[in-house]
Structures are given as C-alpha cells and as structure tokens.
C-alpha cells in the first residue's frame, strides 16, 4: 500500500477530527435542494414553558447534516434563535452573559458598524427584524410546494394550541430561471470548503478549518471556542447573520445602459462590477467575453485565483466577488483571509423583472441570505465593513462595492485598463436593506438542553 501524502503544513496532528454531522444542522453544511422552495417564519415566545414546549416538539423535524440527501421528511427545517429569543426561553444569566457582545447587541444596534445608515438604517426595515419581537428563525426548504406545505403544517402543529406562541413573519423564497439572481446573475457558485464536512468538491478554494464555522473544532488559530457556556450549549452551534435585501433590478438596468457604447458594452460593465459573466464564467478565465460552458462547468468556475491578475486588467479590484472573497490577492502577513470566511446560504424572494424592461413594476424581489460562521465579528461584521465599505485595503479609498455598497447616487466605480483606467461615477443604490438579524443556530443536542430547560 502506497503511504498517505499529507498536504504541505498539515499532518494528522493538527488535522480537525471529523465533523458530528448528526448534530450539526444541516442548514449549516448542507446546500439547498435544487430545484428548491421555501418559506422563512419568525416566531414570538411569550412564555418561556410554552417555547421550550414548542421546541421540543418540533426537533423531531429539524433535519441534521448527515440526512441533507436523504431526508426523512419531505423537507428540511432549521431554527435559529436571536439573543432575546434566548432570554425568552428562559436561559440561565450565566449563559446569557456569555455570549459576544455583537450577539448580544444584535445587528441593529450595530448599524454603524455595519454601514446600515440612510435607505438602509433599521428604522426602515420590515418589522420585526430589528425588534425585540423575532425571537425565532425557521428556515424550511422543499422540492416543490406540496411538500414544503406537509413541512410548514409539521411546523405549525409544533405551537398551534399555544397560545403564547405567535407568528410575526412569513416570507416565501424559491429560485428564478436557470437558478440566476434577480440581477440575471447565475448565483450560489462558491463556499469555502470545510474540514472534515466531506470530500471537497472540484475547483474549490483551500479548506478552511471546521472551527471557523461551527463550534467545538480547532479554527484557522488552533483555538476551540469556549464560550457561550455551558458545553453542551455550544458544541456543534454557530451564528447565523441574517440579511433580506431588496434588488432594483431596473436601476440597475438603467445605469449600465446609461454607461454603455452597446449592448456588448453593457454586459462587459455588468461583468466587471460582479467578477463573473452571467453565467457564471469568472474575468479572471474568461476576459473578454462570457463563456457558457465554463460557468455551467462547477469543476471549473471556481477553480481560480488573482495571482495573475494583479494589476485588475481582468477583474477590477473593486468587482464584487473579489471585494468579498479576496482569494489570493492579498498578503496573508497583512491580512489572514481565511479568519474571513463564512459560510453563504442564498435564496431569492419575487418575480423577474421581465427581459429588457428599464422601469420598475413595483414587485418586491430580492434575496435573503444565511451567513454562517462561529465569529460574527471577525467574519460577517469584518467584511460588510472593511471589505464591502472601506476601500482601502485595495487603495481606492471610499470606493465601496459596486453592487452591494450603500451608495447615495455617489458612488464609484474604477475599472483598470491600460494605458488610461476607465472609472464610472453616480452609482445608485442597486441593493437596500429590508431586514437583518444575528441568530444562534445550535447542535441538535444543545436544542434539546434548551428544550429541557427547569425539567
């Protein structure tokens, strides 16, 4: 027998033990089903027996990672909890207090932080995000509408004859045509590999360490988180930052026409400010023009890095999904990109925008996003603040994301070329935020700790 090649810098001692995907929810590791539907639903606790009541029934639903493929249900549930879902429940102080300040805040009072000002600010998100009224997150999944209503009724017997248990939201999801984001964008392409989760697909970036995203494992600094207490609270949990944001497709639309000699010229600009052609074909293997059979080819589209393309000829600095991702452009002595990931989970709300139309036609479209990862701060807060707001860090100074940035009508735009870079001013706001929510999402048996509470 031949002897087992480790990879360079890793030997069987520092190699994470393989992940307890029976406990893990497999919201967390799993991708959606495709095709797909769903419907997400905030509950209210207004007493702390009844939601310990409702949980425990309802856990028998919540589908565990290692069953993604091969359900027993005809869905898949997950739940999740705010902080002051948690007080709810009747948590003890000790755990409370445990958990991180920006948990503990919750993403509204961290709007600063998160550049959350103007259109986007909480005072103008859908109730209740923001509120101490969401207590709840489920997140339900299905192959097609029938079976999501068997899963939402499992559900809703889970507190029907509780009275003080309340539904305060309800939002359907599912995918567009050719599995596109409302902007026409093919989406869901790419998620860091975790370790000890499976085989790594083809052309994915490097693993990262389990304990990055799920708690109980060593993370990328050889530590193991030791908090929220007790143990058997956080092994196998992580966070969750949920974020609604809603699409003017239209604007969006306009303006590269707006910018544009032509229609060739139009998606050229719409590929530079996202990093990849619309089907999914990224700048940096594919530059001057889209190609169909890479971006459908998942051994191929993400198979990529910036290495040589650092001057931005192919993808600006500025594009999207290299603000977002940074890969191997930037010096991991300046900064340690992979204490930057986290775990991305996508799904649209709304009808199309029909081809070619400019103007809006009043429908509310968008998406919802689940960004997992056991370091709020270091991940989803660090990203949305230096990467997607501050242009520093790639020398364009308040240049902020082209598609994602809070920009007022004043934004920017840089596209290298040589010899004179091409730099297109007056971006609008394309992407507002409706609604957002940091949110605990637990290991099966940590659910049931919950759920047993002062029995």
């Known amino acids: 027998m031949l002897p087992i090649e480790e990879p360079a810098g890793e030997t069987l001692a520092t190699r994470s033990p393989p992940l307890e995907t029976s406990d893990i929810q497999a919201t967390v590791l799993r991708p959606r089903p495709k095709p797909y539907c769903g419907e997400y639903v905030i509950l209210r606790i ?55 300040i920006e948990f503990r805040q919750g993403m509204a009072a961290r709007a600063e932080t998160l550049n959350d000002f103007g259109a986007n600010a909480p005072a103008n998100w859908e109730h209740p995000f923001g509120t101490p009224e969401a207590h709840v997150a489920l997140a339900v999944y299905a192959k097609s509408d029938q079976d999501l209503q068997k899963v939402l009724d499992l559900a809703r017997k889970s507190h029907a004859d509780l009275p003080d248990i309340s539904v305060v939201y309800r939002m359907k999801f599912g995918e567009l045509p050719d599995g596109r984001n409302p902007f026409g964008f093919r989406d869901g392409l790419h998620n860091p590999h975790v370790e000890g989760s499976g085989p790594a697909g083809a052309g994915t970036a490097a693993t990262i360490k389990a304990g990055e995203f799920v708690m109980g494992y060593p993370d990328e600094r050889g530590e193991t988180a030791d908090v929220p207490i007790p143990a058997e609270l956080r092994r196998n949990g992580t966070f969750v930052a949920i974020r609604k944001f809603h699409m003017d497709v239209a604007a969006f639309r306009r303006y590269l026409r707006a910018q544009a000699s032509s229609p060739e010229d139009e998606e050229l600009i719409a590929a530079k400010m996202v990093g990849r052609w619309r089907s999914g074909a990224p700048l940096v293997l594919a530059p001057e023009r889209d190609n169909l059979v890479l971006g459908a080819d998942g051994n191929r589209n993400n198979d990529f890095g910036y290495a040589d393309d650092m001057k931005g000829l192919k993808c600006p600095f500025s594009a999207h999904i290299r603000r977002v991702n940074p890969r191997d452009a930037l010096n991991n002595d300046v900064v340690a990109v992979n204490l930057h990931h986290f775990l991305r989970r996508g799904t649209n709300y709304g009808p199309p925008l029909r081809e070619g139309v400019l103007e809006d036609d009043g429908a509310e479209r968008g998406g919802v996003f689940l960004l997992i990862g056991a370091h709020l701060h270091r991940q989803f807060e660090f990203i949305q603040s230096q990467w997607v707001t501050d242009g520093n860090f790639i020398s364009h100074g308040t240049e902020q994301d082209p598609l994602i940035g809070n920009n007022e009508g004043d934004g920017v735009f840089t596209i290298p070329r040589t010899p004179v870079r091409r730099r297109l001013h007056g971006l609008p706001r394309f992407v507002t935020v409706r609604g957002g929510e940091y949110c605990f999402m637990p290991g099966l048996r940590a659910l049931r700790w919950i759920a047993n509470l002062g029995q």
């Open 46 to 100: 207004g007493n702390a027996e009844q939601g310990r009541e409702m949980l425990r029934r309802i856990l028998p639903h919540v589908a565990p990672a290692d069953e993604w493929w091969v359900p027993s249900l005809p869905g898949w549930l997950g739940i999740a909890f705010t902080f002051e879902g948690l007080k709810a429940l009747g948590l003890p102080r000790a755990s409370l207090d445990s958990f991180p």
